[in-house]
């Protein structure tokens, strides 16, 4: 006869596979949700990549706070603990910032080679970030990779 422990386990266990396929099944739709409006509507699309990039980096202890300019949480990001000030590292968060603020604060038409081009410097920024030799701890890179994990689900293409 099982006792009360393994019950208990095993409904703990039920527990974690629910959050994790309904955890899954929620990331899936918001990346369909993102692809669609990669195209359909790219002013959208690189706000969003943006603002998931922004949330990822709470982890790294560099959250954007509502009062911050966009330009001001690069800085931040780059002289900070986020990005090793090298040209190589330095200029697609550079560029990824002004195509964001060109998306949210333009009156012009934004096609979808801007989202192409948004999509490429965020998974440049992406690099950048995790291979960083002070960035090789594990749990933060797991949980960068989780924040983000709507928008790398996106094809390049």
Known sequence: K??????????????IVSTVAVFS???FIRSQRLAGMRKNNPKEFIKEVYYALCRA??????????YMAYREFCNIVIVGEGLKPSPTS???????????????FSSHEISAEHS?????????VKDVILEREERNIFWKNILFRIYVMDVLLIPRQ
Not at 2 to 15: A, H, T
Not at 58 to 65: N, Q
Not at 116 to 124: C, V, W
């Open 2 to 15: 099982r006792g009360f422990l393994s019950y208990f386990i095993i409904f703990l266990l039920w527990i």
């Open 25 to 27: 099944i929620l990331v």
């Open 116 to 124: 192409q081009k948004a999509i490429e410097l965020f998974y440049e």
């Open 57 to 66: 980096f709470k982890i790294y202890g560099m959250p954007r706070l509502g």
């Open 90 to 104: 330095i200029e697609p968060m550079q560029a990824l910032t002004e195509g964001f603020l060109e998306a949210r």
